[in-house]
């Protein structure tokens, strides 16, 4: 059976390009791909890139008095957003431009056009006409959701937080989860008075909770204003603002609301189902640990799996999809102690287990130490940071490995190796400290603070 081409990708975003332009440019493979919106996807165009340049932005007004501490006279100025929104954009446009080239230079044919599936070798665009491909690669990412309930209308979602024609003065940010928190930093930094609110009883759900304690602690501290087992209760416009009922008892007025209470999987409205395509509990798409669906010829990579939703695991599963199908190497893919960080303000850095998860498994030691790190300390901070080993009692293995501090991003990509290596807490003991660093800590702790 011949078709119009080996492969056809949906989704040009962070696993549907890399794995498009290796199939097209190592292999030689006949490949089309189409994106519905912007080259690049969620990270590049509304994640993880913005994000990242919205903390720098954020983080200037504390350096700027801190320097004042280190003997410079320097006076804080006015954050200009138009100025900052109109390099972000041309940055992403920047960016864009090049995903759209690696595409083309590697020889894949792009469509810009919603795709949907008609057959398990058949993609149809939106201009209705019709592709065939020996196989199809499902990388449409997920979205944002907002709750239901009335007034939900009226917030905001991350999507739309880089687009605002001016910066709120006050804004009501609904989550505990790694997207609430971390613009919950970014806008209390941008000098935005952040309201928090978030239904459990800690934010970050799910990381180690000495960790999460101390980020919850120290973003207080900075001035957001969190209010953890608390939900909206019901919302309305009011004026220009937004009038905010809450579950605690409180009734306030708010500039904007921003909801980050979730992300669904892109799959519905795709023809999956009349396919045979499985879907789990979320709306994701089921694969194998090939990233193969109920479907042999269709693969799906990526958030739309909802396996680990981060950059670097949908650009190594796409890999994994290559490896395995054009490259006749069959390539699962390993999801097992990824190094993440948080960038919240003190950002988090973390791999493996956290305390809770390690102790429920087997019988391990905490190594932790809390303490002030020397520059914020001689600027007059009170701003504390974590160092934190768990390590198994049996194995010596560090199963664990949870920073809170700054760079604790950079710090935690190069523990990572070693906790990948399966190196022991005796590993990290005869390591030489660097000094003087807030991470020599992570190789000095000498006595264990408590065993489970
Ligand atoms: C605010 C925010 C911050 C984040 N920060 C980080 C971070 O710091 N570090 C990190 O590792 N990850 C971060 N992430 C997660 C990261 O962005 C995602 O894990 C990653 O983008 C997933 O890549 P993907 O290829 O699966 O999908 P996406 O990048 O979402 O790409 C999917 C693409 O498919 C397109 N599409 C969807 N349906 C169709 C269709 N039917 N036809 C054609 N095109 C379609 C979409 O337009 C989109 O461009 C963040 C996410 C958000 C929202």
Not at 96 to 104: D, F, Q, V
Not at 245 to 252: C, D, M, P, S
Not at 421 to 435: Q, S
Request: glycine share 12%.
């Amino acid at each position: 059976m011949s078709f119009d081409y080996d492969l056809f990708v949906i989704g040009g975003g962070s696993g549907g390009v890399r794995a498009a332009r290796v199939a097209a440019g190592d292999t030689g493979a006949k490949v089309a791909l189409a994106e519905e919106d912007r080259y690049g996807g969620t990270c590049v165009i509304r994640g993880c890139v913005p994000k990242k340049l919205m903390v720098f932005a954020s983080e200037y007004a504390d350096m700027v008095e801190d320097a004042k501490s280190y003997g410079w006279s320097i006076a804080p100025g006015r954050f200009d957003w138009t100025a900052f929104r109109g390099k972000l954009e041309a940055e992403l446009d920047r960016l864009e431009g090049i995903y759209r080239n690696l595409l083309k230079n590697a020889g894949v044919e792009s469509f810009d056009q919603r795709a949907r599936l008609v057959d398990p070798h058949t993609v149809e665009l939106a201009d209705g006409s019709r592709k065939t491909a020996r196989h199809i690669l499902l990388a449409t990412g997920g979205r944002p959701v907002k709750p239901d309930m009335p007034g939900a209308e009226l917030g905001i979602t991350s999507n739309d937080i880089f687009h605002l024609p001016e910066l709120p003065k006050s804004i009501l940010i609904v989550g505990g989860g790694y997207i609430a928190s971390e613009f919950a930093g970014i806008l209390n930094g941008l000098g935005v008075a952040v309201t928090q609110f978030y239904r459990g009883a800690q934010i970050l759900r799910g990381f180690d909770n000495e960790a999460r304690g101390l980020v919850s602690e120290e973003m207080r501290q900075r001035g957001i204003d969190l209010h953890l087992g608390t939900n909206i209760l019901e919302m309305a416009r009011d004026g220009d603002g937004i009038r905010v009922k809450a579950t605690n008892g409180t009734e306030r007025l708010f500039d904007q609301v921003m909801f980050a209470t979730g992300r669904a999987p892109n799959a519905d409205d795709m023809g999956l189902e009349a396919l045979g395509v499985e879907r789990g509990r979320k709306g994701e798409v089921v694969v194998d640990e090939y990233s193969q669906t109920a479907v042999p010829s269709i693969h799906a990579i990526g958030d739309v799996t909802d396996r680990v939703n981060l950059t670097p695991v949908a650009i190594r599963e796409g890999m994994a999809f290559v490896e395995t199908v054009f490259k006749g190497n069959p390539t699962p893919v390993d999801h097992e102690l990824i190094p993440t960080a948080i960038f919240t303000q003190p950002e988090m850095g973390t791999v493996g287990l956290s305390e809770e998860d390690a102790a429920e498994q087997e019988p391990i030691e905490v190594y932790s130490t809390s303490f002030k790190p020397m520059q914020q300390s001689f600027a007059g901070r009170a701003d504390r940071v974590l160092m934190k080993l768990v390590v198994s009692k049996a194995t010596r293995k560090v199963l664990g490995c949870h920073i809170v501090a700054p760079g604790a991003g950079e710090m935690i990509q190069l523990a990572g190796v070693a906790v990948k290596m399966g190196a022991t807490k005796e590993d990290f003991d005869r390591t030489v400290a660097v000094h003087p660093t807030m991470s020599e800590e992570i190789v000095t702790m000498k006595a264990p603070v408590r065993s489970a």
